[in-house]
């Protein structure tokens, strides 16, 4: 994202108000506009076409569907983004862009079969176990693979940097799904869960669509060497189980608090927990800037000290790696604490806001209770996820694992121990979760500045690694004339 960090400073550098607002504007569209444009979508539907005036089975229904599509469509591409983005990023410095495709095609073929291991037998127990229609399941379904399909080009499209046209995508799908919803709804008469579910899923279809012509526009060629991205999944598994663990802990403790007594099961099939799924919503939104204020300070600060210290290893003396070193530690040092003073001055705001208003729109009881220590935990995780984007930058690939998964076990446990308090402690387990991720995260960063020389100097290999008898251990044989024949 090098390129994000030029633009943002020549938005900035003008330093007038408008600048700051067509800046702050260009940081959400590069991070949660996709995100945003689906949710006001979502609530647009509702607001204008009266989804509050269906029976609440079939606004349940729908609204399961739609949350189920979210969580398990990014879980499911959890597994492979990490290497296959670190696998594009390879081929595109070595400017090996015939291989783009292949690895598009091998990765969206892997995902394809995960999705479908996970959905078919779902729906099919939603069909025959829960009495849904076929039309409704197979929309559902449908959404699914689509939204996966949306997730996973994603990350290629991001590597190319264009952002406005990923936007321009999801604009067209959403705004498209909008009007085909009304038409189907009010021309059609059409049931109003049946249109926006079908509506949805043809805007999904839409931008994944759009996603994939613009990945054939920008590589056309192809190589067809599948194998070695099939080596990148053996090679650099350390980035499948961080990023895996990351996504899941995300979600482990919803599901956890989805086998709570509060639960709510509909058709047989689609379990969650209404109090708890809402105020986590809430308290992800109320940290969600944190996003944005990293990437826009990582990409106009950091990026530029971290690419002096690059260029020092290359070709610089000994002060000059020591002397770009520290300024890009401070530098990170400097950005972590931004981030927290800022985020907290939002998240304080913003709860505040929440406990006023919300209460006039239904919003009380059982979810503001459990809203502020999962507000607490949701910030904390974004501080950790920007600590473990820092390892990523160091390559310590080991230390992302050890964080992941003590955030995504510390957070589990604490989870089933927190269910059993009352509803105040309920998000315990993401906070303490969280706390523990980010304590591993920011000691691991420590360990990584104090042992960095070792790390970029001393990972080479004199001999190359490979399958065969081990080389001789003589390196040396003096050589004693005969003196008897002399």
């Known amino acids: 994202m090098a390129g994000v960090g030029v633009k943002l400073n020549r938005i900035f550098q003008k330093k007038s108000i408008a600048a700051d607002i067509v800046g702050f504007a260009y940081s959400i569209i590069i991070t949660i506009a996709p995100v945003l ?191 070695p991205v099939l080596g990148y999944f053996k090679k650099w598994w350390q980035l499948v189980v961080a990023n895996f663990f990351y996504i899941f802990g995300l979600y482990v403790h919803n599901f956890v608090f989805w086998t709570h007594e509060t639960r709510t099961v509909i058709v047989k099939s689609f379990v969650y927990n209404q109090p708890y799924d809402m105020a986590s919503c809430l308290a992800m939104f109320t940290n969600i800037s944190a996003t944005i204020i990293f990437i826009t300070n990582v990409e106009m600060h950091f990026h530029e000290k971290y690419r002096s210290y690059s260029e020092a290893v290359i070709g610089g003396k000994k002060a000059d790696i020591e002397n770009a070193k520290k300024r890009m530690f401070r530098q990170l040092s400097s950005e972590l604490m931004n981030l927290v003073r800022i985020q907290f001055i939002i998240s304080v705001v913003v709860y505040l806001l929440c406990l006023v208003f919300l209460p006039r729109f239904g919003f009380a009881g059982s979810v503001l209770r459990i809203y502020p220590c999962l507000a607490a935990g949701y910030f904390i995780l974004f501080l950790m996820y920007a600590a473990i984007l820092f390892m990523y930058y160091f390559n310590d690939l080991p230390g992302a694992v050890i964080s992941t998964l003590s955030f995504f076990t510390a957070t589990l446990v604490g989870s089933m121990i927190a269910m059993n308090f009352s509803e105040i402690w309920y998000g315990a387990g993401l906070a303490g979760g969280a706390f523990i991720g980010w304590s591993v995260a920011y000691a691991r960063l420590r360990w990584v500045e104090k042992n960095l020389d070792t790390h970029v100097f001393c990972s080479g290999q004199l001999l190359k690694w490979g399958n065969g008898p081990k080389p001789s251990g003589l390196v040396y044989r003096k050589h004693c004339p005969d003196k008897n024949n002399a």
């Open 37 to 227: 444009l689906i949710i006001g979508t979502l609530l647009l539907m509702g607001l204008v076409l009266g989804f509050n005036e269906v029976d609440y089975l079939t606004r349940e229904l729908f609204s399961c569907t739609i949350l189920y599509t979210f969580v398990f469509a990014l879980l499911t591409v959890s597994p492979f983004n990490a290497v296959l983005s670190k696998y594009m990023q390879d081929a595109i410095y070595e400017e090996r862009f015939q291989d783009i495709l292949p690895c598009y095609y091998l990765g969206l073929f892997m995902n394809m079969i995960l999705t479908c291991l996970l959905g078919i037998p779902f729906c099919l127990w939603e069909h025959f176990m829960g009495g849904v229609e076929v039309f409704y399941v197979f929309c559902g379904f449908c959404s699914y693979i689509s939204m996966t399909f949306v997730f996973y080009s994603l990350v290629y499209l991001s590597i190319c940097k264009d952002y406005e046209r990923l936007f321009l995508f999801f604009f067209t799908g959403m705004a498209m799904a909008f009007l085909l919803c009304l038409f189907l709804n009010l021309r059609c008469g059409w049931e109003l869960t049946r249109s926006m579910l079908l509506s949805l899923t043809v805007g999904f279809f839409l931008i994944a669509a759009m996603e994939f012509a613009a990945v054939k526009r920008y590589f056309r060629q192809n190589s067809n060497r599948y194998k």
